[in-house]
């Protein structure tokens, strides 16, 4: 386990925490980027423009952070592309189906103390670690 | 408009905890989903207990709040029966997590590092959102 990172991930883990509670305490909403990023599409047209304000936060948050420490996340190559467009459209289909992913039901969602959203990331996690086994251990597509 | 500085300054500091906690790195999610292989990295169950242990208490206050500071009501979700959909969706998007390692917030996050594999995987969510508005919201 020498990639073992718990202080940061409890650190970032905190940081996360804090976006959310900014964003229900001033807006009053959830915030879980899978509604977030389908609104863009699927929202009313005055509803659109917080949604994509939020999703270029995201985006300045990670740049700015990376040219604070250039190395610390470096972007992944050479991974299967079919898993990553089959991989990706099932994400954002079950997301639509649970109407919720990691941060609206894992994060929001249980600190909410929903029981749906607990079923949800219960069903997130060990549908991901079977999926991993299978590709990594049984099918070995991926290293 | 303020409400519009809070979303930009919302994402600005989740993107920050996704690259701090490096759950923007679609390998580390990948190990630490792989419970019996010699590389699994348990590191993602401290993203959520920092991510719960600040937002558990901070929502039992906001809770207590009519209405937020700059909205005009709290838009919860209303929903509280465990069905069919929440579950069934809950194990597909569990496999595009395990095919992919990206869940929505950290892949957005990776176009900020240049990740063509960002481009790729939002680019393949969108078309699941599409083909689910297409199967089951036909009326909008």
Not at chain 1, 38 to 55: E, H, Q, S, T, Y
Not at chain 2, 90 to 114: D, E, H, N, Q, S
Request: contains cysteine; aromatic residues 12%.
């Amino acid at each position: 386990m020498e990639n073992f990172t718990p202080i940061s991930a409890l650190a970032g883990g905190a940081l996360i925490g804090l976006s959310v509670t900014v964003f229900l305490l001033f807006n009053g909403r959830i915030a879980g980027v899978s509604g977030i990023l389908n609104g863009v599409f699927f929202a009313a047209k005055n509803d659109r423009l917080w949604r994509w304000l939020f999703l270029l936060g995201l985006v300045l948050g990670a740049w700015l952070f990376n040219m604070g420490l250039p190395d610390f996340n470096v972007p992944r190559q050479n991974y299967p592309l079919p898993l990553l467009i089959i991989g990706g459209f099932l994400v954002g289909f079950g997301a639509r189906l649970a109407n919720g992913c990691i941060s609206g039901h894992g994060v929001c969602g249980l600190a909410n103390l929903s029981a749906r959203s607990l079923v949800a990331t219960g069903a997130f996690m060990l549908s991901g670690m079977l999926t991993v086994y299978v590709i990594r251990h049984v099918l070995e597509l991926a290293a | 408009m303020k409400t519009n500085i809070i979303a930009l300054l919302s994402g600005i500091i989740f993107g920050i905890g996704l690259s701090l906690s490096q759950m923007i790195n679609p390998n580390k999610v990948l190990n630490f989903l792989d419970i019996t292989g010699d590389r699994f990295d348990p590191s993602l169950i401290f993203v959520m207990v920092g991510a719960l242990s600040v937002a558990m208490v901070s929502f039992k206050w906001i809770r207590k709040l009519s209405v937020p500071l700059f909205g005009q009501h709290f838009q919860l979700a209303k929903n509280t029966i465990i069905d069919k959909p929440l579950i069934i969706g809950g194990v597909i998007f569990g496999i595009g997590w395990g095919m992919t390692g990206y869940c929505p917030g950290p892949v957005v996050a990776g176009l900020g590092l240049f990740s063509l594999e960002s481009v790729i995987v939002i680019a393949a969510i969108c078309v699941g959102f599409f083909a689910y508005n297409a199967l089951f919201e036909r009326n909008h």
